[in-house]
């Protein structure tokens, strides 16, 4: 059974799971870390500085917290060659838990079915070089996606364009991957995107960033607060199972965007032919359940 969890849903569950337990603070940002004696140093760019004992970076794709630790992100980030743009719709086509895609070389269209077929997700996916754009600023990025999609006329593209328009909400970004040498530096530790980003396209990335926070707190339960040795076994846990869903979020990426016309008719003849269509399908769907069972989780006390 799939079972659907959507963004906002979830932040707000862990949310109400944890803002009687947790200190949080709204429209801030970190802006330098300082090992000290005491512990590391945080100064904000409002908040007067604090000490901690650690510091978890789980601040996403674009961490603040690795840049400020690690370095540029680009010595750690791996494009897979594609942008992606996303945003609500009416399901207009009147989708049930589905989703269509439509693939011309270099450039995939595509609508699911999200919130119970209650709405839609509309996206745009195309291959190109690396892009330069401002990335606050939505606008730009649809006339990117404008720019990309305008002449095509094929299937819903016209009309996913319009919808992009004036939709309530739109992402956009390059798909890529976070791998890094090291997830941990001292007192500091990233987790989820920020350390192993598999990629949109992998669906994999919310589970790696829960097991890995499950792990690391667990390791950290378990070593009694050293974090330097916690640190060192959260990644000992986590690498192989990470870089398993990895390998899910590169080829979802080769697979929905192809260049080759000659595959692309090849991939849609194939799905045409019902015992082929079943063959590819539990591959695909074997290859998925293998990455996200690739963990054996602790029982931590
Ligand atoms: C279009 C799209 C579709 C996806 N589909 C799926 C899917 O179907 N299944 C799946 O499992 N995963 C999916 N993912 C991936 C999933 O959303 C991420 O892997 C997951 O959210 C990673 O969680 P995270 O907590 O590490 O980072 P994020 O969810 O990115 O959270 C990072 C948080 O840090 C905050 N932050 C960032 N910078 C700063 C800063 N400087 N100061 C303060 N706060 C900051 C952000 O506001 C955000 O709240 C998808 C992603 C995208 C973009």
Not at 77 to 100: E, M, P, S, V, W
Not at 101 to 116: E, L, N, Q
Not at 177 to 201: E, H, N
Request: proline share 2%; net charge negative; glycine share 8%.
């Amino acid at each position: 059974m799939d079972i659907e969890i959507m963004r906002d849903d979830l932040g707000d569950i862990l949310y109400n799971l944890t803002k009687d337990k947790a200190n949080y603070i709204w429209g801030d940002s970190i802006t330098a870390i300082q090992e000290t004696e005491a512990g590391a140093e945080v100064r904000f760019a409002h908040s007067k500085p604090q000490i901690f004992d650690m510091v978890i970076g789980a601040d996403g794709l674009h961490s603040n917290v690795r840049r400020l630790t690690f370095g540029e992100e680009a010595q750690f980030k791996r494009t897979l060659g594609c942008y992606i743009a996303i945003f609500t719709t009416d399901n207009y086509l009147n989708l049930d838990h589905n989703q269509q895609f439509y693939t011309i070389p270099g450039k995939t269209v595509g609508i699911y079915s999200a919130r119970d077929n209650t709405e839609a997700k509309g996206l745009f996916i195309f291959k190109s070089g690396t892009l330069t754009y401002d990335r606050h600023d939505a606008e730009e990025q649809k006339n990117l996606v404008n720019s990309v999609f305008g002449n095509e006329m094929g299937w819903e593209t016209q009309h996913l364009l319009h919808a992009m328009k004036d939709a309530p909400d739109f992402y956009f970004d390059e798909i890529c991957q976070i791998q890094m040498p090291t997830w941990s530096k001292g007192r500091v530790t990233l987790v989820g995107d920020a350390a192993y980003c598999p990629s949109p396209l992998s669906g994999q990335g919310t589970s790696l960033a829960l097991v890995g926070a499950y792990v690391l707190a667990g390791e950290l339960k378990a070593a009694q607060g050293d974090y330097a040795k916690a640190s060192a076994l959260y990644e000992q846990e986590m690498r192989t199972f990470a870089e398993k869903n990895q390998k899910v979020g590169l080829f979802a990426a080769e697979s929905m965007v192809e260049n080759s016309h000659f595959k692309i008719l090849l991939r849609n003849w194939m799905l045409r032919v019902p015992f082929l269509m079943t063959v590819m399908f539990k591959m695909v769907v074997k290859m998925i359940a293998k990455a996200a069972k690739g963990i054996t989780l602790k029982e931590y006390d």
